[in-house]
């Protein structure tokens, strides 16, 4: 049987405040050939500078996905000519990439597997060309702006694995704060090795690239693709040739781009311009320990803790929310918590197209709301409620219960006196209850429910309700 | 014509603080004498900003003592709204948008840049013939070679065209043009001058210096150039020194070194002549000198040729004629864009070199040609480390010759390489390295020799320079018409 062996290549931009080499802009918006100096231009005489910042990031990425680190690392020129790259050189890191022999975590219909990294590497984005009918136009706003390459090993056996390390390190990267990891916007790029094998031996068959895929589920879909044309040639004893592809989301298929000349030589050499750079043990640690928590432990942590599984990955989802609810996690109830953001505040927050940060819902004001709610002055029905008070105004939560009278009695001589009030008027249901009939209890909850004006602590009120009614 | 750009620069810092002459004196004198003369020093002028600059400096107080001199400046490094060729038609028509790191530090001293100097294009070239806006010619005999690749910035200085002058020296293009010319040329240690705003020929042997007409204006330029600069991260963070601090000190017990290797039968027996009277009026001073071998020095030139050019091919990668420099009439395709623009535009030495670089560089070249160059070099390096724990300095000629005929190697790429046999192992060890003349051939040419030191040791090379110019006391204008 013909098995498929998938490696994955990833660039994701680095947000940091600087490009890689320059310290010009590193922003996406405004107007064309705006963040940009003669570095960035390759202009002549120009030579490049060392972002801390963007070693650091990259630092972050290696050591969150468990890489070896290279202490003494250095960059590369890969040299090769074409418009949108300035000097007629890519800086790359082709011999000490600062990370290698790594793995990151899946988990794929319930099972774990480790995907196991070959590299990650710190290079220079290219500037952004524009084909227009007129010709070709170059922004160099993105030239020079930091990009780290990730490469599993060719480790990765179907396209739901592919799909689930694409999404698991995508998640990874966000919570580093290292990249917006947004696909469609370019600052996360997917590159996929595809060959088949006959199943027992050991060598791998010729390998495919496919480039220019979109989104992670276009990921699957053109593996998908590509496995089944490579079997369609292998069955039919047509030769593969080593190519490379592009997704067609049209039609979602693999288009033949170019095949592969013998050994693309882009005469790899040090850059001369820039010393090695020597990562310290103590600054590895240093940015070891710092590490944030990541997906991976938060999904762990937020089952443990009873959350169902839809909640877990809508909180994983909407970073912000997700940090807020670490941020008051020991002081509430994390599952009533996380039900209200992932209920009444994200659907706030898209139905306005704002973001957590541009309402008023500050963490004090959440962790007043839920402990109301837990110690039952007020009711989920008015925990709902609140909520958009509270996003839309500066009141605390007490003030706005008081104004609205919200407050719950809980004084239970207070309820009994309420409950006799009804039963004296209602002489039916307690027959109907004394003869089994459960409706009884519903409809004298609604009655004192109505005479508390929905006050009374429902729960305390329906105890109170069954003892006072084994009374008479 | 006043002859003010003869006289050294303390005395025209005393007429300027006296008010006995004005910068735009010297300005005006320059321009004069420059237009005046046929040797080809230069490819741009600068003369109606230089001229601006000087009546400015009028209403100045004279803060420091190159204040007001006037500086020509190599056409590799970048002059901001000044034309920057390189030599090359390639940048004919580039006017650059920032200044060089050692451009700024001459524009802060307020010393008047008078125009960008004639080189061989790119500084690939020995002979100043390379150059796309023609030959410099020898100031001490215009049929002759100035040497390169720094031509025009020592041919103006030997001449009184200028009082000071920048180069560049990749494989010996400040050292060498200055023994041919008869001025005093230092390459700084590597890492002790911004690179930033150097057109790059190979990154790791580059280094600006200054070009002078004696030792004291050598060392007084170079404090102005040297110090660590963010925008180079080559630069060394090492503390910068007077360099005219060890000026006048004598000379006793320093130890000298003469390798064999720059004493050798391919050595020009007048120069070595002239060596040798040099190494005796110093053992007569005290300083001891002793004949040795240092290995590796004989792989100069094919390291050269891997490294040097290998680096080379990929710097001039940029020019694609894309977002500046010569663009090619003559195109369909981004292919022929590329072909064409390259082809028409870079000349024959800069095409060989390219070539080569790239050859030595491709596929299992790289492993056999380039990473094993990077292992001589290195062992080159130590030997270089091991010979300085005995000695102060080395010394010997700086060249196999002194100037020769206009022509001679044009139409032979190797033989020009064989020229830097002495200079090259200073870039390829990263050391601090000067030329200084020390007398005349029988045709009445200018020799010279090098005074090579350890690491940021150039106050030393100061020292000993300055001691041996006092010696000799040499006249080294060449006068008027030859």
Not at chain 2, 65 to 84: E, H, S
Not at chain 2, 191 to 197: D, H, I, P
Not at chain 2, 300 to 307: D, F, G, M, R, V
């Amino acid at each position: 049987m013909l098995v498929p062996t998938i490696g994955i290549e990833v660039h994701a931009e680095l947000k940091s405040k600087t490009k890689a080499f320059s310290n010009s802009k590193n922003a996406y918006d405004n107007y064309p050939n705006v963040n940009v100096n003669e570095i960035d231009l390759g202009y002549p005489g120009t030579l490049p500078r060392i972002n801390k910042e963007v070693v650091n990031m990259a630092l972050k990425a290696a050591l969150a996905l468990n890489c070896k680190i290279n202490k003494k690392m250095h960059f590369d020129r890969k040299n090769y000519f074409y418009p949108d790259l300035p000097k007629g050189y890519q800086i790359t890191q082709a011999d000490t990439p600062i990370g290698y022999d790594g793995y990151l975590e899946i988990e794929v219909n319930g099972n774990k597997k480790k995907i196991g990294i070959e590299r990650i590497h710190i290079e220079e984005d290219t500037c952004k060309s524009i084909h227009t009918m007129d010709g070709t136009l170059l922004n160099f706003n993105r030239a020079g702006v930091p990009l780290i390459e990730i490469v599993t090993k060719p480790c990765i056996t179907s396209p739901i694995e592919a799909t689930s390390y694409l999404e698991s390190l995508r998640e990874m990267l966000l919570y580093l704060d290292v990249s917006d990891v947004k696909m469609e916007e370019g600052s996360m790029r997917c590159e996929a090795n595809v060959s088949l094998h006959e199943e027992g031996t050991d060598k791998l068959g010729t390998k495919i690239e496919i480039k220019n895929i979109g989104s992670i589920s276009n990921v699957a879909a053109s593996i998908n693709y590509e496995i089944n044309r490579q079997k369609d040639l292998i069955e039919n004893n047509i030769e593969i040739k080593e190519e490379t592809r592009r997704f067609d989301d049209k039609t979602s298929s693999t288009i033949l781009m170019r095949v592969k000349e013998t050994g693309n030589d882009y005469r790899y050499f040090p850059e001369p311009d820039l010393p090695y750079i020597y990562l310290t043990d103590e600054q590895i640690e240093t940015t070891r320990k710092k590490l944030p928590v990541l997906p991976q432990e938060l999904k762990e942590k937020y089952k443990n803790a009873g959350m169902s599984d839809v909640t877990i990955k809508s909180l994983i989802n909407n970073k912000t929310l997700c940090m807020f609810l670490e941020n008051v996690y020991d002081k509430i109830n994390p599952v009533n918590g996380a039900n209200i953001l992932t209920g009444d505040v994200l659907s706030y927050l898209n139905k306005n197209d704002v973001s957590l940060n541009e309402t008023h819902l500050t963490i004090s004001k959440f962790v007043e709301l839920l402990i109301s709610l837990e110690k039952n002055i007020i009711s989920s029905k008015q925990a709902k409620e609140l909520i958009k008070d509270l996003m839309e105004n500066d009141e605390t939560v007490n003030n706005l219960i008081n104004k609205k009278g919200m407050i719950q009695i809980t004084d239970e001589s207070q309820i009994k006196e309420m409950i006799n009030k009804v039963l004296d008027q209602n002489e039916e249901s307690i027959k109907d209850y004394k003869e089994g009939k459960d409706r009884a209890i519903k409809f004298l909850m609604g009655q004192i429910m109505k005479e508390s004006k929905g006050k009374v602590n429902p729960s305390l009120a329906s105890s109170l309700l069954i003892s006072e009614l084994n009374k008479r | 014509m006043t002859n003010y750009l003869e006289k050294n620069v303390t005395e025209i810092n005393k007429l300027l603080r006296e008010g006995t002459i004005k910068p735009l004196d010297l300005v005006n004198e320059a321009f004069e004498k420059i237009e005046k003369e046929d040797l080809g020093a230069f490819i741009t002028l600068n003369k109606e900003n230089a001229i601006k600059k000087a009546k400015e400096l009028e209403n100045k107080e004279i803060d420091n003592i190159l204040f007001g001199i006037p500086i020509a400046i190599k056409d590799n490094i970048v002059t901001k709204d000044l034309r920057t060729t390189a030599a090359s038609h390639m940048l004919d028509d580039f006017v650059p948008i920032y200044d060089a790191t050692v451009v700024k530090k001459i524009k802060e001293k307020n010393m008047i840049i008078i125009g960008k100097t004639n080189m061989d294009e790119f500084a690939m070239g020995s002979t100043g013939e390379t150059s796309y806006y023609g030959e410099t010619k020898n100031p001490w005999d215009n049929t002759k070679v100035p040497g390169g690749s720094s031509s025009g910035s020592a041919a103006s200085v030997s001449k009184r065209l200028t009082m000071l002058s920048l180069g560049t020296d990749t494989g010996g293009s400040i050292r060498q043009p200055s023994s041919f010319c008869g001025t005093v040329g230092l390459k700084p240690t590597y890492g002790r001058v911004s690179r930033y705003g150097i057109i790059s020929f190979a990154s790791s042997l580059d280094q600006v210096g200054p070009i002078t007409k004696n030792v004291y204006e050598n060392a007084l330029l170079l404090n102005v150039i040297a110090g660590s600069d963010d925008m180079d991260y080559t630069t060394s963070d090492k503390e910068v020194d007077d360099y005219t601090s060890l000026i006048g000190k004598d000379i006793k017990n320093l130890k000298i070194a003469l390798p064999n290797y720059y004493m050798s039968d391919v050595i020009n027996e007048e120069v070595k002549e002239n060596v040798l009277k040099i190494t005796k009026l110093l053992e007569e001073n005290g300083a001891i000198i002793e004949k040795i071998d240092i290995p590796y020095l004989e792989y100069a030139i094919p390291l050269y040729q891997t490294i040097a050019l290998g680096e080379a091919s990929s710097n001039l990668a940029r020019y694609d004629g894309i977002r500046y420099g010569y663009l090619s009439k003559n195109y369909s395709d981004i292919d022929s864009l590329y072909k064409n623009s390259r082809s028409e535009a870079f000349g024959n030495e800069v095409k060989r070199r390219i070539m080569i670089g790239s050859y030595v560089l491709s596929g299992k070249n790289a492993h056999i040609y380039y990473e094993k160059a990077l292992k001589v070099r290195n062992a080159m390096k130590k030997s270089f480390e091991k010979v300085f724990e005995k000695y102060d300095f080395i010394i010997g000629p700086t060249n196999t010759s002194y100037a020769y005929d206009l022509g001679t190697k044009k139409d032979d790429a190797l033989k020009s390489f064989y020229d830097d046999l002495l200079t090259i192992p200073v870039n390829m060890a990263g050391l601090p390295a000067m030329s200084i003349p020390i007398g005349f051939s029988k045709s009445n040419l200018p020799i010279g020799m090098h005074i090579i030191a350890p690491w940021f040791e150039e106050k030393n090379i100061y020292r000993l320079g300055s001691f041996i110019e006092d010696k000799l006391n040499l006249d080294l204008n060449p006068g008027g018409e030859k």
